[in-house]
């Protein structure tokens, strides 16, 4: 079963992709596989930050200068729209020095199979993901409070045992891959997907204690406001 992927920049179509239906952490995915989903390249939500919307779950660039980290690459037809937020924001693969993976699942590491052969950068992801994910090139594992670009590595195991999200204590951004989701509400690991509830309510509870600001979660709406009040309500009900 496949779905087209209509790549979008500005009032311009790109391009169009075929994507494979894959197992992933998302039902919206599963319940509308043949849905058309636009790519809203190079939209900026905070800061340096700008997402990649594939609809069922984002791809979020953090740009500095010359420079760019990308967290999460999507299923395996995503690196298109990639390219699209790149080039939406004046850069090419030859800007991406930091591809930083939450976690093994098809829908976050799926495109590291286009993205891994058109850098020349260091590919990173929690030191307990690194053997369950296929990449043409190696993945350097990180552990809680690892360094990288300005950005810190916070441990947050239970949606997979080697989870991470990735906090920029500069300005309060947190990227949660899929310990935090925003499908209309703030909430946590969605446990239809989620190894172990128990650890991603801790995880949860550990990203409260943070100086949180905005949110940029895998799968739902970036929260750039009242960001903090929401995941702290969060963990209190956990």
Same mark, same amino acid.
């Given at each position: ?9 500005? !009032? #311009? +179509? ?8 894959? $197992? =992933?952490?998302? &039902?919206? /995915? *599963?319940? %509308? ?79 590291? !199979? #286009? +993205? ?8 990173? $992801? =929690?030191?307990? &993901?690194? /053997? *369950?994910? %296929? ?104």
């Amino acid at each position: 079963m496949r779905r087209r992927l209509i790549v979008t920049s500005g !009032a #311009g +179509v790109l391009g169009i992709a075929v994507l494979n239906t894959l $197992t =992933g952490c998302s &039902e919206k /995915e *599963a319940d %509308t596989p043949q849905a058309e989903e636009s790519v809203n390249a190079g939209n900026v939500v905070v800061g340096d930050w700008q997402r990649v919307n594939l609809d069922f779950v984002s791809v979020y660039l953090l740009i500095r200068g010359n420079e760019v980290a990308v967290v999460d690459t999507g299923t395996s037809s995503a690196p298109a729209g990639i390219e699209a937020g790149l080039k939406a924001a004046g850069h090419g693969w030859d800007a991406v020095k930091h591809v930083i993976v939450t976690h093994q699942h098809q829908d976050h590491a799926g495109g590291l !199979a #286009g +993205v891994a052969p058109a850098i020349n950068g260091t590919i990173y $992801t =929690g030191a307990d &993901e690194v /053997e *369950a994910i %296929t990449a043409s090139k190696p993945l350097k594992g990180l552990a809680d409070g690892d360094e990288i670009f300005g950005l810190r590595i916070v441990g947050t195991p239970g949606h997979t045992a080697g989870h991470i999200s990735v906090f920029e204590p500069d300005s309060g951004v947190l990227v949660a891959g899929d310990a935090l989701n925003n499908m209309g509400q703030l909430t946590g690991a969605n446990p239809q997907y989620t190894a172990d509830m128990v650890a991603a309510a801790a995880s949860v509870k550990k990203l409260a204690a943070l100086d949180v600001k905005a949110i940029l979660p895998g799968h739902g709406e970036p929260l750039t406001t009242g960001a903090s009040d929401a995941l702290q309500k969060l963990a209190a009900s956990l």
